[in-house]
């Protein structure tokens, strides 16, 4: 069973749907805090309308596993584009967390075989919180496979569930 994960970057929404179904994704989840982007087709509902036009689901969990955490203090830290290990620290602590994995998770197991990809905004997964997203999902879901997408048109990189990158 694979867990797939892409960064939009600066893709345009056809090569982004086309990623999508080159690897047969049936559901997106995006884990950003906030579903929008500088790049007006990746903001919330173009993107979900452009996917669903195209046959894949989508879902919003940024509300429990996006980047960007609720508590003042540690927000503070947080910067565009940079991954900050405290923070991910700190989201990978919360209950709001926990929960988004066990959906992720539902997402991943109950349907009977549906591929799920993880979405953010920075093309580089080892740049990004939706690492420790898939990371996490794998660590509770036997047999997964995290497979991280390039909407270049690269393969996609195994990095299996040993590597720790915080």
Same mark, same amino acid.
């Given at each position: 069973m694979n867990l797939y994960t892409a960064g939009h970057s600066t893709a345009t929404l056809? =090569?982004? *749907?086309?990623?999508?179904?080159?690897?047969?994704? +049936?559901?997106?989840? %995006?884990?950003?805090?906030?579903?929008?982007?500088?790049?007006?087709?990746?903001?919330q509902i173009p993107?979900?309308?452009g996917l669903e036009e195209a046959g894949v689901a989508y879902r919003f969990l940024g509300d429990r596993l996006g980047g960007v955490p609720q508590d003042p203090e540690v927000r503070a830290r947080?910067?565009?584009?940079?991954? =900050?290990? *405290?923070?991910?620290?700190?989201?990978?602590?919360? +209950?709001?967390?926990? %929960?988004?994995?066990?959906?992720?998770?539902?997402?991943?197991?109950?349907?009977?075989?549906r591929a799920v990809c993880i979405v953010c905004s920075e093309g580089d997964a080892n740049e990004c919180?939706?690492?420790?997203?898939?990371?996490?999902?794998?660590?509770?879901?036997e047999g997964l496979d995290i497979r991280h997408l390039s909407v270049n048109g690269t393969a996609p990189l195994d990095v299996g569930v040993q590597e720790v990158l915080f």
């Open positions: 056809e =090569d982004f *749907v086309a990623l999508m179904k080159k690897h047969e994704i +049936d559901v997106v989840v %995006d884990v950003r805090s906030k579903p929008r982007s500088r790049l007006a087709h990746f903001d993107l979900q309308s947080w910067q565009q584009g940079r991954l =900050d290990p *405290v923070i991910v620290a700190h989201l990978r602590s919360t +209950d709001e967390w926990h %929960d988004g994995i066990a959906e992720l998770t539902r997402l991943i197991t109950g349907g009977g075989g919180h939706r690492k420790a997203v898939a990371l996490d999902a794998a660590d509770v879901t």
